[in-house]
Nanobody, 128 residues
Framework: QLQVVESGGGLVQPGGSLRLSCAAARSTSDYYYSVGWFRQDPGKEREEVAAISGRGTRTRYADSVKGRFTISRDNAKNTVYLQMNNLKPEDTSIYYC????????????????????WGRGTQVTVSS
């Protein structure tokens, strides 16, 4: 079992930065867990923003955030970060982190439905 909780959202001006955190609470450390960051607004499709494998050896980014967002992890703290720079109004959304446990430390899920555990989301608003 694993629980994830997001934090770090807020209101920022265009061009500003935020760092989101995804803290995991787990009952066992026998497995690696990959993490994805998604964003979704009510009535709109879920979009994967970035994802990272269990040991951080593989990452993936949406084209819309490449060069601006960086995903990283600190496994000693069971935390995955999403550093968001040069934020734009179109980045405004509710951001969710999701996790999937497994034995393959280099695996990054290809689809949102592969993730087993989801947080409740944190609001990011980019506005002047």
């Amino acid at each position: 079992q694993l629980q994830v909780v997001e934090s770090g959202g807020g209101l920022v001006q265009p061009g500003g930065s935020l760092r989101l955190s995804c803290a995991a609470a787990r009952s066992t450390s026998d497995y690696y867990y990959s993490v994805g960051w998604f964003r979704q607004d009510p009535g709109k499709e879920r979009e994967e923003v970035a994802a990272i494998s269990g040991r951080g050896t593989r990452t993936r980014y949406a084209d819309s955030v490449k060069g601006r967002f960086t995903i990283s992890r600190d496994n000693a703290k069971n935390t995955v970060y999403l550093q968001m720079n040069n934020l734009k109004p179109e980045d405004t959304s509710i951001y969710y982190c999701a996790a999937r446990e497994g034995l393959n430390s280099d695996y990054v899920p290809s689809f949102w439905y592969e993730y087993e555990y989801w947080g409740r989301g944190t609001q990011v608003t980019v506005s002047s």
